[in-house]
C-alpha cells in the first residue's frame, strides 16, 4: 500500500513557475514508477509526466514539453514536478500517482495509487 500526499500548488500569473512535490509513504517508494496527472473542469484527466521508479527515464506530454521537469529523491520518498513558463491553460488540479513498475507510463489505467489532487490556477 502506497499513500500520495501532493503540495506546492497555487495561484501563479502566467509566465511563472511553481514546483509540486508528492510524498509517498512505505519503504518501497524506489519500486514504484511515478506519474503526474492533471484534471481540468469538464475535461478528461490527462497525462502530464512520468518517471520511472530509478529516475533514469522520463517521458512529458506534447504540452507540456520544454516547460515542466519532472524527478524524484528515493531517499525522501518524493516526486516532484517542476511547472516553468506556465499559461492558463495549465490550469488543473494536478494528481500524482504510483505503478508497482520500474517502467513508467503515460495510461492513467495503470497507475495503482493517487494522491488528492492539488490546485494550480494559472491567471492571464
Known amino acids: 500500500q502506497v499513500q500520495l500526499v501532493e503540495s506546492g500548488g497555487g495561484l501563479v500569473q502566467a509566465g511563472g513557475s511553481l514546483r509540486l512535490s508528492c510524498a509517498a509513504s512505505?519503504?518501497?517508494?524506489?519500486?514504484?514508477?511515478m506519474g503526474w496527472f492533471r484534471q481540468a473542469p469538464g475535461k478528461e484527466r490527462e497525462f502530464v509526466a512520468a518517471i520511472s521508479s530509478s529516475g533514469l527515464n522520463t517521458q512529458y506530454s506534447d504540452s507540456v514539453k520544454g516547460r515542466f521537469t519532472i524527478d524524484r529523491d528515493n531517499a525522501k520518498n518524493t516526486v516532484y514536478l517542476q511547472m516553468d513558463s506556465l499559461k492558463p491553460e495549465d490550469t488543473a488540479v494536478y494528481y500524482c500517482?504510483?505503478?508497482?513498475?520500474?517502467?513508467?507510463?503515460?495510461?492513467?489505467?495503470?497507475?495503482?495509487?493517487w494522491g488528492q489532487g492539488t490546485q494550480v490556477t494559472v491567471s492571464s
Open positions: 500517482a504510483a505503478r508497482p513498475f520500474t517502467r513508467s507510463s503515460s495510461w492513467y489505467g495503470t497507475y495503482d495509487y
Open positions: 512505505g519503504r518501497t517508494f524506489s519500486s514504484y514508477a
